[in-house]
């Protein structure tokens, strides 16, 4: 028990400036204590006033109290001491390098709970109390530990900007409001932060809708990793089968034609060894045949001879030794199988590069269906301007370089990029991916169109002019007529129209689509494409005084 209540001594008589038991305690004229050098340090800092303060209650006295020494209160404190008990705080309380320190602690500074912007001072925790406890401060506004409060007070006139200067866009304070900012749009500042933190929750809005998005990109992405790897896979499993069926059939191929050349060579064998047999047979008979003719030669009785000679000159018909001149042989074979062997490797060799190109030009999409509502298409709308160095000296440009019109002809400087025999023009911005887009025409002569940046600017007019080659496609909306216009050909459309299009692009997946804009969407024509360039914008006029504006998308 003694001990708690040494405990709520310390607590209670603790100097509220060092946050330590008061060294030489002193009372002043309210009743609160400090230590002797902790209140002499804090009034030397009002003595410019001349009016000094109680830094916990902030009563104010004039003239500066007299200091006198606390007895009793000394007394207690050397008891305390004696407990072994210290009031000081932790050495993590006190301020770091890093951190926002206590501007009313005197030596080592505690770390700040808040800022004033009023005071524009920071407070640690026993020194912010009286900013709770006082209604004089009720009002104050108190903020998270700042470095920056001296930024809130005017260089020229020593004043706390409260005014923001939306000419200048700067925050003032009011006599600067009616100096060099007089006439200005001024605010006060809390208005302008009232705006700004509409735009701001707009910005907070429109960035979570972003990340919402993209992470259902993410996701889709990941979800075509994974249908790509599942379609390589099945790929190269399919690949290998039918390659392997491929081998089989080779290697049964190979069996027959082994098969057949062993069968045909027992045949031709067969026939040679019949033939074989035949002459040794014949050999052997001419032997015997000669062998009785030498010994006939040989024989003196004349009348013998010419008895026998008649039977042994008779020779028996001999074997045509030719009919060995069409025996086949497999040289012919080779040469077949070869001649198979080149003609597959030509065939290998073709459609290998076909099955290398497909491979290498698998397109990578995601699954993701083309927009369906307007809501859909505006999530990948795009704002379009114009490019002066493109436009025809005929056209003028407005709105931001959003608006043309054909007018009569404008001294426009020479450039490379400007059209010369066609009343046509080119957006700066180059179109790639998904994009979206609007344009609102008056009159019946606008063309709306996309082209490669290459396409030529002077010439013959299949060359240079939108639709009339293939390096632009351009679409016409207007007087409830719509054509569309490629490579010299139109395609025209009975379905009526507005006088606003829309224009669809997706880039990689080689679409392009128009639409009638309206109360509703009407898909007018639909190109499925390559597209090997990035492509532009464009729009053409064929009549004086149309118009056209490539409309802002909200």
Known sequence: ??????????????????????????????????????????WDGEDEKKIYSCPQCRQTFTPR?????????????????????????????????????????????????????????????????PHYE??????????????KLQENICSRHDEVMKMFCRTDQQSICYLCSVDEHKGHDTVSAAAERTERQRELEVSQQQIQQRIQDKEEDMTLF?????????????????????????????????????????????????????????????????????????????????????????SLSQLSASIDSSSMSYLIYFEDVTAAVSELRDKLQDILMEKWTNISLTVTEVDVLLSEEEPKTRAEFFKYSCEITLDPNTANTRLLLSEGNRKA?????????????????????????????????????????????????NISRAGRFDECEFGRNDKSWASR????????????????????????????????????????????????????????QPLYAGLWFGQFGDTAEFCKLK
């Open 1 to 42: 028990m003694a001990q708690q209540g040494a405990q709520l001594d310390q607590e209670t008589i603790f100097c509220s400036i060092c946050l330590d038991l008061p060294k030489d305690p002193v009372t002043i004229p309210c009743g609160h204590s400090y230590c002797m050098s902790c209140i002499k340090g804090f």
């Open 65 to 129: 109290p007299v200091l006198v020494k606390n007895t009793m209160l000394a007394d207690i404190v050397e008891e305390l001491k004696k407990t072994g008990l210290q009031a000081a705080p932790a050495d993590h309380c006190y301020a770091g390098p890093e951190d926002v320190a206590c501007d009313v602690c005197t030596g080592r500074k505690l770390k700040a709970l808040k800022s004033c912007l009023v005071c524009l001072a920071s407070y640690c925790e026993k020194h912010l109390q």
């Open 134 to 147: 006082s209604p004089t401060f009720k009002k104050h506004k108190l903020v998270d530990p700042s470095k």
């Open 222 to 310: 990941q979800q075509e990793v994974e249908d790509i790897s599942r379609s390589a896979d099945k790929a190269v499993e399919d690949s290998e089968k039918i390659f392997t069926e491929l081998i089989r059939l080779i290697q049964k191929r190979s069996s027959d034609v082994k098969q057949q050349i062993r069968s045909q060579q027992e045949t031709e064998v067969s026939r040679v060894k019949e033939l074989q047999e035949k002459l040794e047979q014949e050999i052997t008979e001419l032997k015997r045949k000669d062998a009785e003719l030498k010994q006939l030669s040989h024989t003196e009785d004349h009348t013998e001879f010419l008895h026998n000679y008649p």
């Open 405 to 453: 019109k054909l007018t009569s002809p404008l001294s426009y400087s020479s450039h490379p990029d400007r059209f010369i025999d066609t009343c046509q023009v080119l957006s700066r911005e180059s179109l790639t991916g998904r994009c979206y887009w609007e344009v609102e025409s008056r009159g019946g002569g606008v063309y709306v169109a996309v082209a490669y940046k």
């Open 477 to 532: 909306c207007g007087n409830n007529i719509y054509d569309f216009w490629f490579n010299n050909i139109a395609t025209r459309v009975s379905d009526p129209c507005s006088s606003r299009l829309g224009v669809y692009l997706d880039h990689s997946a080689g679409i392009l689509s128009f639409y009638s804009v309206s109360e509703t969407m009407t898909l007018l024509h639909r190109v499925q494409t390559t597209f090997t």
